[in-house]
């Protein structure tokens, strides 16, 4: 029963993650404490980065092997 019950969950997140995305609208962030800080330069905690993430895009990011530099919004 278990096993079944976990299949169904994750045949639904399947089918979410493969939905086209939708762009605009608003993003509701519910934080337990507030950020101390919102400039992405000052943002060294944990709390300011979440939200520092969310609201700003990067010029480039860390490739998920790690061992190059991928863009984002740059385009070379």
């Given at each position: 029963m278990v096993a079944i019950l976990l299949s169904l969950v994750f045949v639904g997140q399947n089918?979410?993650?493969a939905q086209e995305p939708k762009?605009?609208?608003?993003?509701?962030w519910r934080a337990?404490?507030?950020?101390?800080?919102?400039?992405?330069?000052?943002?060294?905690?944990?709390?300011?980065?979440r939200n520092?993430?969310?609201?700003f895009d990067m010029?480039?990011?860390?490739?998920?092997?790690?061992?190059?530099i991928v863009p984002r919004l740059a385009e070379s």
């Open positions: 089918a979410a993650a762009y605009g609208g608003v993003l509701r337990v404490n507030d950020p101390p800080k919102l400039d992405p330069a000052m943002a060294t905690d944990t709390s300011s980065s520092v993430y969310l609201m010029l480039v990011d860390n490739d998920p092997d790690g061992k190059s």
